[in-house]
C-alpha cells in the first residue's frame, strides 16, 4: 500500500464565477518531489495555498499528512514548512531574530542550537545579525530556506522557489532541497515555471492549465509520450494547445 | 555561492511541542517579535512617546490657565489634565492592537504567520500584549512628567485608577481589534482608520466635559459607550470623593460586550479571508 503525504478529492475552488481550481484529485507519494506545473493563472498558487490551509476550498477534500486539512490543520501545520519569494519576513528584524522567531512559533525544543545548525547548513554565519531587508536575492532565497527548514518538516511546500536567483545560487538552492530529502526523507511539493528545475528535482509532474490537471507523470515519461526532448517544449506543447497533435 | 550546501547530520534533531489548541509560546513568539521591531526601531519609539508628551505638555498649560479662570476646573484641579491621559490610555491601546497587525501587514509576514501554527485567537492574544507594552512604553513618560511639571498625578485617583485603566484598555482593544478586521477585510487602503475611527466616539464620551453638555438624544446614546462611564466616574472621584460603583459595573458590562463582539468580528473576518484568498493579496 502506498503511503501517500497529501491526497486531493475533487478540489474545488470558485471566486464568484471564476473557477480557479475545477475539480481537481491527485496524491503525493511521501518522501516524493512533486512539482505543479502550469502558466500564469493555471492555479498552482491556489491549490499550493488550499494545501497549505490558508485558503477554503469550495468543496473537496484535502488530506495532508493522513489529517483532514479542512478540520485539522493546526495537527498538520507543525509539521509542514512553506517558502516563497513572494512573502517576506519582516525587514526590520535581523536575521537571528526571524529565525528565533518562528523557531517558537514551531515550539522548537533549542532554538538557539537549531539556529546555529541551519545558519551552518545555509552559511548565514556573517548574516544572522543583519537585517532581513539589507539582504539580496540570493541571501533572502537561504534565510527564506532556513525558516522553512527550521521544523525539519516532513512535507515542505514551495512556490517557484527559484525565481529571480542567478543560476549559481538557484543551482545552490536546489542541491539544498535534494540533500535536505535524502537526509530527511521529507516530501516536497513544488509550483514553478521553471522547467530544468522540474526535470532535475521532480519524481512526478502535475501539469495544470486553467484550473484542471490536464496530465501527469514522471518527466522522463512526460517527454516521451509528446515525442520532445525536454520538459520545457513539453509544456510549450500543452500551453499552446498542441498535446494531442504531439501524442499523435 | 560554490560548493553547494553544507549537509549537516540533523535528521531526528528538531524537536518539536506537541498540537496543542492554545499555546503560550506561540503567543510570545508573537510578542518577542514585536519587542525586536520596537528595540532596533528608536524612531518608533519616539513616536510612542512624543505624542502622549506633547498633549500632556499642552493641556497642562492649558489647565493652569483655566484653573484661574473657571470655578469648575479649578474644584478639581487636573480633570482637564487626568482626562486628557485616560483618553490616551484609550488611544494608545487601541493603536497598540492595530499597528501590531498593521506591521504584519506593511511587511508581508501574514502569509508566513497564517502557514505557521499560529492560531487566530494567539494571534489576538498577541496583540493584545503588545497594546498594553505599547501604551505603558508610550503613556509612562507623559504620565510621569506631569508630576514634576503640573504638581498633577494621576496616582491621585488612588484605587479606582486602576479599574479606569482597565476599562478604558479594553474599550481600545475592542476598537483595535475592529481596525484589524476591517484592514484584513479591505486592505491597506483602510489603514487610517486606526487613528480615524476610535476619534469618533470622542465626542461622546465626555472626556472633557459632563455627558450632561449633550443634547438629550445624544446623552442616550452616549451612555451606550462603555468611556462614557469611565469619564463621568472620574470626576466623581475628583469633585465628589465618592467611587462611581454603578458607573464601573455598566462600564465593565458594555466592555465585556465591545470586547466579545470586537473578537468574533476578528475571527469571523479571518475565516473570511481563507475563504476569499485574503492572505494570498494583500495590499491596498
Not at chain 1, 495555498?49 to 499528512?65: F, T, W, Y
Not at chain 2, 460603583?245 to 481563507?274: D, K, S, T
Request: net charge neutral.
Amino acid at each position: 500500500m502506498t503511503d501517500y503525504a497529501i491526497q486531493v478529492d475533487h478540489l474545488v475552488k470558485r471566486y464568484g464565477e471564476v473557477l480557479a481550481v475545477d475539480d481537481i484529485s491527485f496524491t503525493v507519494p511521501s518522501g516524493s518531489t512533486t512539482a505543479l506545473l502550469g502558466g500564469n493563472g493555471a492555479g498552482k498558487t491556489t491549490t499550493l495555498s488550499m494545501l497549505l490551509g490558508i485558503l477554503l476550498p469550495s468543496s473537496g477534500q484535502i488530506c495532508v499528512l493522513g489529517e483532514d486539512m479542512l478540520t485539522h490543520r493546526h495537527r498538520v501545520l507543525p509539521r509542514v514548512n512553506f517558502s516563497s519569494p513572494y512573502v517576506d519576513l519582516p525587514h526590520r528584524l535581523t536575521v537571528r531574530e526571524n529565525l528565533m522567531v518562528y523557531a517558537h512559533l514551531y515550539a522548537i525544543a533549542r532554538p538557539a542550537e537549531r539556529i546555529a545548525q541551519v545558519a551552518r547548513q545555509f552559511d548565514l554565519g556573517d548574516l544572522l545579525m543583519r537585517p532581513a531587508g539589507k539582504l539580496s536575492s540570493g541571501q533572502k532565497t537561504r534565510v527564506a530556506l532556513a525558516k522553512a527548514l527550521l521544523n525539519e518538516p516532513e512535507l515542505l511546500m514551495l512556490d517557484e522557489p527559484t525565481a529571480s536567483l542567478d543560476p549559481d545560487t538557484a543551482d545552490w538552492v536546489r542541491s539544498s532541497f535534494q540533500d535536505y530529502q535524502r537526509r530527511t526523507g521529507a516530501t516536497l511539493l513544488l509550483a514553478s515555471h521553471n522547467m530544468t528545475e522540474v526535470e532535475r528535482l521532480c519524481d512526478d509532474v502535475l501539469i495544470m492549465k486553467k484550473g484542471k490537471i490536464v496530465d501527469h507523470g514522471a518527466p522522463q515519461l512526460l517527454i516521451d509520450r509528446y515525442g520532445r526532448n525536454t520538459m520545457e517544449e513539453v509544456f510549450l506543447d500543452i500551453a499552446r494547445d498542441r498535446q494531442w497533435v504531439a501524442a499523435q | 555561492m560554490g560548493g553547494g550546501p553544507v549537509t549537516v547530520p540533523a535528521a531526528a534533531s528538531v524537536t518539536l511541542a506537541a498540537p496543542s489548541l492554545f499555546s503560550w509560546r506561540r503567543v510570545y513568539a508573537l510578542v518577542l517579535r514585536h519587542v525586536y521591531l520596537l528595540r532596533g526601531s528608536w524612531a518608533r519609539l519616539a513616536e510612542m512617546i512624543y505624542w502622549p508628551l506633547l498633549n500632556v505638555v499642552i493641556w497642562g498649560f492649558f489647565s493652569q490657565f483655566f484653573a484661574g479662570h473657571s470655578d469648575w476646573v479649578a474644584r478639581a484641579s487636573g480633570v482637564l489634565l487626568g482626562a486628557v491621559m485616560l483618553w490616551d490610555v484609550l488611544f494608545r491601546s487601541n493603536l497598540g492592537v492595530a499597528l501590531s497587525f498593521l506591521e504584519e501587514m506593511w511587511s508581508r509576514n501574514l502569509g508566513h504567520l497564517s502557514v505557521s501554527p499560529l492560531r487566530p485567537i494567539e494571534l489576538v492574544v498577541a496583540m493584545l500584549i503588545m497594546s498594553l507594552i505599547r501604551s505603558v512604553l508610550g503613556l509612562a513618560p507623559a504620565i510621569l512628567l506631569a508630576i514634576p511639571l503640573y504638581h498633577y498625578s494621576l496616582f491621585s485617583l488612588g484605587p479606582p485608577l486602576l479599574l479606569f485603566l482597565f476599562n478604558l484598555m479594553v474599550t481600545g482593544w475592542a476598537v483595535g481589534l475592529a481596525v484589524a478586521a476591517l484592514v484584513l477585510r479591505y486592505g491597506l487602503g483602510a489603514e487610517s482608520l486606526a487613528w480615524v475611527l476610535v476619534l469618533g466616539i470622542a465626542p461622546l464620551c465626555g472626556i472633557y466635559y459632563p455627558l450632561s453638555a449633550l443634547p438629550d438624544w445624544l446623552q442616550a446614546v452616549a451612555w451606550f459607550l462603555p468611556p462614557s462611564h469611565i469619564f463621568e466616574g472620574m470626576r466623581t472621584v475628583m469633585f465628589d470623593h465618592v467611587f462611581p460603583l454603578q458607573e464601573m459595573v455598566i462600564g465593565l458590562l458594555e466592555n465585556a460586550i465591545a470586547m466579545l463582539a470586537a473578537g468574533a468580528v476578528f475571527l469571523r473576518v479571518y475565516h473570511v479571508a481563507r475563504v476569499k484568498g485574503l492572505f494570498l493579496s494583500m495590499g491596498e
